[in-house]
């Protein structure tokens, strides 16, 4: 148990349609990454936050966008759902290196 | 792009035998992790190596991260059913902002 939680478990999407998923980070720590994971993948890093501020980001458009709150919990926002989108979608927090996974939502999109 | 491969993409072993799996980065990393995925969950950290050339022991696991720091690798000793997973490198950079490439990953499957 690592103590990172996400939701919601699933979600059924149509295309075009818009999508929040959302992380919290384990106690403690002020950084979260996002990944998507495809079926039979390896996790393909989508963003990362430090204390509210986005610090990198990985090979995907911006209708991929994020945020961090104060607490340090996080959201993930994908506009106009594409068939591809449909994947597992996982946060990450980590305090200095070791990354803490929760785990994930299974994204579906119709 | 930045990729890292690993290899081999499966590997189907008889419980006790040996099992290695290779990472390849195109780049010069930071740092490396590595991480277990069992079916239908996900990714566990394992370790992280950062100096050229370290290798680190978990009991029936080695780590090695290779003199240019673009090479790792794992290799577990007498495997048993409960090494049943994917095996996934994830190499780091500070530099950038594509900050972690995750490996293609290796599944291992243990005969009893």
């Known amino acids: 148990e690592t103590g990172v939680t996400q939701s919601p478990t699933h979600l059924i999407k149509t295309r075009g349609q818009q999508v929040t998923l959302r992380c919290s980070s384990q106690?403690?720590?002020?950084?979260v990454s996002w990944y998507q994971q495809a079926l039979g993948q390896g996790p393909q890093f989508i963003f990362q936050?430090?204390?509210?501020?986005?610090?990198g980001r990985g090979n995907f458009p911006p209708r991929f966008s994020g945020l961090q709150f104060p607490n340090y919990s996080s959201e993930l926002n994908v506009n106009a759902l594409e068939l591809d989108d449909s994947a597992l979608y996982l946060c990450?927090?980590?305090?200095?290196?070791?990354?803490?996974f929760g785990p994930g939502t299974r994204l579906t999109v119709l | 792009g930045q990729q890292v491969m690993q290899i081999p993409q499966y590997q189907h072993v008889q419980e006790g035998e040996d099992f290695t799996t290779y990472c390849n980065s195109s780049?010069?990393?930071?740092?490396i992790q590595w991480y277990k995925q069992r079916p239908g969950g996900h990714p566990v950290f394992l370790i992280q190596?950062?100096?050229?050339?370290e290798v680190k022991k978990q009991k029936r696991l080695t780590f090695q991260f290779g003199e240019a720091k673009k090479n790792s690798s794992l290799h577990i000793t007498a495997t048993q059913t409960t090494d049943v997973g994917t095996y996934f490198c994830?190499?780091?950079?500070?530099?950038?902002?594509?900050?972690?490439?995750f490996g293609t990953g290796t599944r291992l499957k243990v005969l009893a």
């Open positions: 106690s403690g720590h002020n950084t």
């Open positions: 994830a190499g780091h950079r500070t530099s950038g902002t594509y900050k972690y490439i």
């Open positions: 780049t010069t990393l930071s740092n």
């Open positions: 990450a927090s980590s305090g200095w290196n070791e990354q803490f």
């Open positions: 190596l950062v100096k050229s050339g």
């Open positions: 936050y430090y204390r509210e501020e986005e610090n």
